[in-house]
């Protein structure tokens, strides 16, 4: 009963309630206004009623017809418009004020223009080392990824003579991290979407405070929702208290808009500019498994040592810019020179987010790019499988050409509404060839793809369109580093403990066929 209480009256429970109850307002505002202005219109006109009310009722097919094809005609992924256009046909002028309202994805023009000059800012450390023509003859077909990477998001640098070494667990890649923060001597930048108190963050806490208390500079920066019910609303403050710079990420504000979907989705830790960890880990109990909510938590992540780190480095600072309003000389935090590796290979990390600060879907397009690309066999591990058509085109297509594509997703899911999405999906790719499997030990929070032997993807980039289209998210392009093919041996153990999932599996009844489809259509707008 505690429990029950606990979770009613829970940050995340009120902000939720907020949310439909400013929801609810805005459309009783509107059809409040709508019949005022009819008494209104009665009221100043009563000779000519009926010829006004025909005049207005004119009107408003107009203003819906002129939305109706303004949506449809929109720069924006076709998926996202069905929805957009079913709420203005069915609801009229409420459809229309829903649409102008929450329609937009992207952050505030306020944010934009910060963003740009942050860029200014950093983009003397962004100038690419190594050319187009080098790349080529390295790299070969890969490529092509890679170039497309740098011209969606220039500050995306790829980077030789960086060491890579890969975690296929939380509980292996902590003790790790906590070495390398206690040999932290300048600084330490920690950008996560959750921490939660608990054996996970209060060790890496206990190593923070020390460091602080040294004089090294940490700082450190949470998702404001996405820590609702893991730490207290003002825990920022009490961290600031302990000497650690803390910023939460566009804390909930309650206001009219679909600026909150914007979250800081990123898992980025850097040690000195030296050293740089990302992947799918957060910093709570259940991603090192001292807690088993949904099984064991199958997740991951790679260690960056050398130039490469770079790159992390730079990211942090423009999205601790973007929220402390502040720009900062990144200077001080690139080393002047870096170890050079022997390691062969290439290191690309890389910074996803919302349309116009970054290309367009970028995180997408890397990885419908190294599917067009392979040639033998492309691997894929993410927690929800909720796509668009071109890229269950992209799967079927690169099947179609005889490479062998597999998926993993959890066996136990963490919201249940979304694994049955995910499960939605199964039937059309296992139909094109594509072969789904399900991690029976519990669930798989890890968000990779790895290709032909030399070129993988590990962050924080999940298959919806969460990630897609209105997250901050962050990854690292690996080609031919020593990553990559421990990538691959972790990728071989967990397929040997998954069950593979038939036509049979993927069969549902017509009841949560029809609530899967109806769901789906508005998964694009959330």
């Not at 108190?197 to 940490?218: I, N, Y």
Request: charged share 25%; net charge positive.
């Amino acid at each position: 009963m505690k429990k029950l209480v606990k979770k009613i009256f829970s940050r995340f429970s009120l902000v939720a309630l907020t949310i439909i109850a400013l929801f609810l307002l805005f459309v009783a505002a509107i059809i409040v206004g709508v019949y005022w202005l009819d008494a209104l219109i009665v009221w100043a006109f009563p000779a000519s009623e009926p010829y006004v009310t025909v005049a207005i009722t004119a009107l408003a097919w107009l203003i819906d017809i002129a939305t109706v094809l303004h949506a449809a005609n929109r720069d924006m992924v076709p998926e996202t418009k069905i929805p957009w256009l079913l709420c203005i046909i069915a609801l009229n002028l409420l459809g229309v004020a829903l649409y102008a309202t929450f329609s937009s994805y992207r952050p505030s023009r306020r944010t934009r223009r910060l963003y740009q000059k942050l860029g200014e800012d950093t983009g003397r450390f962004e100038a690419p080392s190594i050319s187009r023509d080098t790349l080529h003859v390295e790299m070969a077909h890969w490529a092509a990824v890679s170039v497309a990477l740098t011209a969606a998001n220039p500050s995306a640098i790829p980077h030789r003579g960086t060491r890579t070494e890969y975690f296929p667990s939380g509980e292996d890649m902590l003790p790790r991290l906590l070495e390398d923060l206690k040999r932290a001597q300048k600084f330490i930048f920690l950008e996560y979407f959750i921490i939660e108190r608990g054996k996970c963050w209060d060790r890496v806490l206990e190593v923070l405070e020390e460091k602080a208390k040294a004089g090294v500079e940490v700082r450190v920066m949470y998702d404001d929702i996405g820590c609702m019910g893991k730490v207290r609303f003002d825990y920022h403050k009490t961290l600031q208290k302990k000497g650690i710079a803390c910023e939460k990420f566009n804390p909930f504000v309650p206001v009219v808009t679909n600026v909150h979907n914007n979250r800081d989705h990123r898992k980025i830790a850097v040690i000195d500019g030296k050293v740089g960890y990302t992947g799918g880990l957060n910093l709570a109990d259940e991603y090192i498994n001292a807690t088993h909510p949904f099984g064991y938590w199958k997740d991951t992540a790679v260690r960056l040592e050398g130039e490469a780190v770079n790159n992390l480095t730079l990211s942090f600072l423009r999205m601790y810019g973007i929220r402390t309003r502040q720009s900062v000389d990144p200077e001080q935090y690139i080393p002047a020179k870096h170890e050079v590796f022997a390691e062969m290979g290439y290191v690309q990390p890389y910074g996803d987010g919302p349309y116009p600060l970054y290309g367009r879907h970028l995180g997408e397009d890397v990885y419908i790019n190294i599917l067009n690309e392979a040639r033998k066999y492309v691997w894929i591990f993410t927690p929800y499988l909720i796509i668009d058509y071109r890229m269950r085109e992209a799967l079927v297509s690169a099947v179609k050409r005889g490479v062998d594509v597999r998926i993993l997703t959890p066996h136990i899911p963490d919201k249940k509404l979304v694994f049955a999405l995910t499960r939605s999906n199964y039937m059309g790719l296992i139909k094109g060839g594509v072969h789904i499997y399900e991690y029976t030990p519990g669930f798989v929070h890890a968000k990779m793809m790895l290709a032909d032997d030399e070129i993988a993807v590990v962050g924080t980039i999940n298959f919806d369109y969460r990630s897609f289209l209105h997250h901050f998210e962050n990854a690292v392009l690996l080609y031919r580093s020593a990553a990559v093919m421990q990538v691959k041996a972790d990728m071989v153990s967990t397929f040997a403990v998954s069950a593979e999932q038939t036509e049979k599996d993927a069969k549902r009844n017509v009841v949560t066929r029809g609530l899967c489809e109806l769901a789906k259509i508005f998964a694009p707008m959330f």
